[in-house]
């Protein structure tokens, strides 16, 4: 149980293209899910919660517009980086909370996607 | 805002011995949660072992066992009988337990080797 699924695990694009990735609670429902962007050999830095049937919540310093977040059901939130340029290339990790249930304290992940920008 | 801080980049052992990673952590909240999570080459983040505040008493799962010091604010982890599997990035996390302050912070990480 508490298995987060994130799609596609590698992608490549070309500079100025956007690129959609998915998500998705596969056996719990997930009001708030966490969007984490990793550097090579550094610590997960938060970008943004995702909140299911509202506007995401953005860290300090990240592009709400470059960075656009939807979480329009309970299991699915999506994280599409617009416009994509090379320095967005990293490695990003999505993260889901149970809702309810003695597993609620803690956080699941996905398996990360490695998007690179050419 | 709540810091955590791993002062090892790196630590080694050797397969079958113990070792111990530090964290420490600053906040000004009585009530949190405290994570060790485990980063293998995969970079899957697979949760080791929580600690909650309220709990006096460490935290354990197999192999695996927190010194959890509320007043110095220190967390740490103990690996008892390192086995090769154990070789990851492993992060310290806290989450706060106040509805709007879920996020986890994330220390820098420290890379353990294992030695066979």
């Known amino acids: 149980g508490a298995v987060v699924s994130q799609h596609p695990s590698r992608v490549i694009c070309k500079s100025g293209t956007s690129v959609k990735i998915e998500c998705r609670s596969l056996?719990?429902?997930?009001?708030?899910m966490f969007w984490y962007r990793q550097f090579p050999k550094q610590s997960l830095m938060l970008m943004a919660t995702?909140?299911?049937?509202?506007?995401?919540?953005?860290e300090q310093g990240v592009e709400k517009d470059k960075f656009l977040i939807n979480h329009a059901s309970l299991t699915l939130s999506t994280l599409t980086v617009t416009s994509a340029h090379p320095e967005d290339s990293s490695f990003y990790i999505c993260s889901a909370r149970d809702s309810a249930g003695a597993r609620r304290t803690e956080a699941f992940f996905g398996q990360g996607t490695r998007l690179t920008v050419v | 805002a709540q810091t955590v801080t791993q002062s090892q980049p790196e630590m080694s052992v050797q397969e079958a011995e113990t070792v111990t990673l530090s964290c420490t952590y600053d906040?000004?909240?009585?009530?949190?949660?405290l994570f060790w999570y485990k980063q293998p080459p995969s970079r899957q983040m697979i949760l080791v072992i929580r600690?909650?505040?309220?709990?006096?008493q460490n935290a354990t799962e197999n192999r695996f066992s927190v010194n959890f010091q509320k007043a110095a604010k220190s967390f740490s982890l103990k690996i008892s009988d390192s086995q090769l599997g154990d070789a990851a990035m492993y992060f310290c996390?806290?989450?706060?337990?106040?509805?709007?302050?879920?996020?986890?912070?994330f220390g820098t990480g420290t890379r353990l080797t294992i030695i066979p």
């Open positions: 906040t000004s909240e009585s009530d949190y949660y």
């Open positions: 600690q909650e505040a309220y709990k006096q």
């Open positions: 995702s909140n299911e049937g509202s506007k995401a919540t953005y």
């Open positions: 996390a806290y989450r706060g337990d106040n509805f709007g302050n879920e996020k986890l912070t």
């Open positions: 056996d719990f429902q997930a009001t708030t």
